[in-house]
């Protein structure tokens, strides 16, 4: 229930990273510190972060498809996306929240087209610029993007020689980090933030008092409710100022001449606030208020009224006499004297308005149609698609569609050939009066057939086997058979066929005293050996019965590299100790990455990837270039 009452309503402000864990899992106990590092990391930049127990969310679970645990997704617009890498490390946890956001939050621009995005203003929304020395753009300027895209455009600058023009025409210092932020007039900032680092709530802050032009569109209710918010006590009642207008070139002069006005008398914005309005695009809204004693006599276009909310769907309102009449500069001096004249007349005396009606939620414009959602749809599924394909593999995967292409059309030549001569050779038969010879059925296919290692097959599997015969052993427990069975059964389904060949799993939590008897023997001193059963889980042994000897396949320990000494935690992947605050992750810069996500032992290896090796181990082992560990005698005792 607050997952989809709270956390899915807020993922369209800030995006979510959700883990997934359970009470037996040993990977999800050993990641518990190495997750409150990266929630300490990336909370402060505008990341939400929740964690759920699969089992007491059980359905829930089965709605986002969680297959492993731990699992990690990312929640952004409502719309779910599953960590797909094999590691966890801050590198990569960013790079996925990097993937998990909209395309071009933040543009780039430069001396060339900057122009071009301060004056696209005529969408609504306010315009703000980033400027850096780095050329990335930090996750923390996109996590604000997102947070303020409705309102707000943004766009990036790299401070150097392509950026001249900007850095001397606003007069930015190259060295800080700055934050430019203009409404309709570009040839100066409304608001600018300059300093050596941009804090994301310092950021918030700037912003959340500049998120509206200087005559900002009517489009929506929740933009309605920001600009104009209800209040019924008198002497704090906020009088908003509204054109109607056309959504025509023509108006466009109208709507200048009122942010001229509103220049000139610098009224302040705790008290009054002026904006516009689409009469097209909300009809039932301007019909709501022309039915007062003073409304104009014709179309309600070029009219100005002015509200006060004092209940959410009830507005006391006045309009202008003679409206926005602002075609000469005779009329138009006349025109603003009369409305400073009704405004200072309202906010003086409450009593001056002599109409009042119950108005109707505004429509949002912003919201797409049927096709729209269509489309947004494919694009989110197109994009879930890329994430598995990288660019190494999209001309391969090209080469592989002609191939097919190339493949079916020539098996459909030659289909048809054969058909041709199928259909000449029945005739031929026909006409001498015989029947076609039959077909030969097709020989079974060998299969392949597992056996449990235990104490009624342990001689037939191991110790009474032929020379020159193996037996491949998985090594699991009862909770992995069910994931690591079906892995094993692929990785040796190719050598089905060898006659020399067994395969069987071993329980190791009941044979466990069996296994460490095998290992000790390959020791040079006898001493006790400490095993943890579940590092145990997923290794892979071939017994040679009558040579006596072993090889082993580990998935943390591969042969062609010698294991480092370290902790428990430390083979498990998650003992990280580079700790450098210095580094800036958010840049993605590829040496602090590698200094950051160290060798192959301190990365994790979840259940589900244990066997990945698997198959290029069986090839080393039938080449005889695996090692060889040589025994006395086969241990007793298998239950």
């Known amino acids: 229930r607050a997952y989809e009452n709270n956390i899915t309503p807020a993922s369209h402000s800030r995006p979510y990273l959700i883990l997934f864990y359970g009470d037996l899992c040993f990977a999800c106990l050993q990641m518990e510190t190495y997750w409150q590092k990266i929630v300490t990391d990336l909370e402060p930049l505008g990341v939400g972060f929740a964690t759920i127990h699969s089992q007491h969310e059980s359905k829930l679970a089965r709605k986002l498809s969680v297959q492993t645990l731990p699992y990690i997704i990312s929640l952004v617009d409502g719309e779910t996306r599953a960590y797909r890498e094999s590691t966890i490390n801050l590198p990569n946890i960013v790079e996925f929240i990097r993937k998990s956001l909209p395309k071009d939050l933040v543009q780039e621009v430069n001396d060339n087209n900057y122009y071009q995005f301060l004056n696209g203003w005529h969408d609504n929304r306010v315009r703000t610029l980033f400027i850096t020395e780095e050329s990335n753009i930090r996750l923390r300027y996109q996590l604000v993007a997102f947070e303020f895209r409705e309102r707000i455009a943004f766009a990036h600058v790299t401070a150097d020689d392509s950026s001249r023009q900007i850095l001397s025409r606003y007069r930015v210092d190259p060295k800080m980090n700055s934050m430019l932020i203009f409404n309709e007039d570009i040839t100066r900032t409304t608001a600018t933030l300059s300093v050596f680092e941009l804090k994301p709530q310092l950021m918030r802050d700037v912003l959340e008092s500049n998120k509206f032009l200087l005559l900002p569109r009517l489009a929506s209710q929740a933009m309605f409710d920001q600009l104009c918010p209800t209040e019924s006590v008198r002497s704090r009642r906020r009088l908003c100022v509204v054109l109607v207008t056309n959504n025509i070139p023509e108006h466009e002069s109208k709507r200048e001449a009122m942010r001229e006005y509103m220049r000139e008398n610098n009224y302040p914005k705790e008290r009054f606030r002026f904006m516009y309005l689409f009469e097209e695009k909300q009809p039932e809204f301007v019909k709501a208020l022309t039915s007062g004693s003073n409304a104009p006599l014709t179309s309600p276009t070029l009219q100005v009224v002015v509200l006060w909310r004092r209940q959410s769907d009830r507005v006391f309102y006045e309009w202008l006499p003679n409206g926005w009449d602002v075609n000469d500069s005779q009329h138009e001096n006349e025109t603003k004297r009369n409305l400073n004249n009704l405004l200072t007349k309202l906010v003086q005396n409450t ?150 060949l067994m395969f069987a799993y071993l329980f190791v939590e009941k044979n466990l005293d069996w296994y460490r008897k095998l290992l000790m023997q390959t020791l040079g001193e006898h001493k006790e050996l400490q095993i943890n059963p579940k590092n145990c889980i997923g290794t892979v042994i071939s017994l040679n019965g009558f040579r006596k000897y072993f090889c082993v396949y580990h998935a943390k320990h591969p042969e062609k590299r010698k294991p480092r000494e370290g902790t428990s935690s430390a083979f498990m992947g998650f003992d990280d100790d580079s700790d450098n605050s210095d580094t800036d992750i958010e840049c993605g810069n590829p040496s602090l990455i590698h200094r950051q996500t160290g060798d192959i032992d301190d990365e994790i290896v979840f259940e589900a990837h244990l066997l990945d090796g698997l198959s290029n181990w069986l090839d080393r082992l039938f080449e005889g270039s695996t090692q060889r560990y040589h025994i006395q005698y086969w241990p007793e005792h298998m239950k």
Do not use: W
């Open 351 to 500: 009593e001056e308005f002599t109409n009042d009606a119950k108005v109707v939620a505004l429509i949002d414009e912003s919201v797409h149609g049927l096709f729209g959602k269509i489309v947004k749809k494919i694009l989110i599924i197109t994009d879930n698609i890329s994430d598995n394909i990288t660019r190494k593999e999209v001309l391969p995967a090209i080469s592989i569609v002609l191939s097919v292409s190339f493949i079916v059309f020539i098996g459909y030549i030659m289909a048809y050939l054969v058909r041709i001569e199928e259909e000449t050779i029945k005739e031929k038969y026909k006409r001498l009066g015989k029947q076609m010879p039959g077909v030969s059925k097709p020989k079974n296919d060998c299969k392949l057939n597992i056996h449990e290692l235990r104490g009624e097959t342990y001689n037939g599997l191991v110790r009474l086997l032929k020379p020159g015969c193996r037996t491949i052993v998985l090594l699991m427990d009862t909770p992995s058979k069910a994931k690591l069975l079906p892995q094993f059964y692929r990785a040796l389904y190719p050598y089905r066929r060898n006659k020399t």
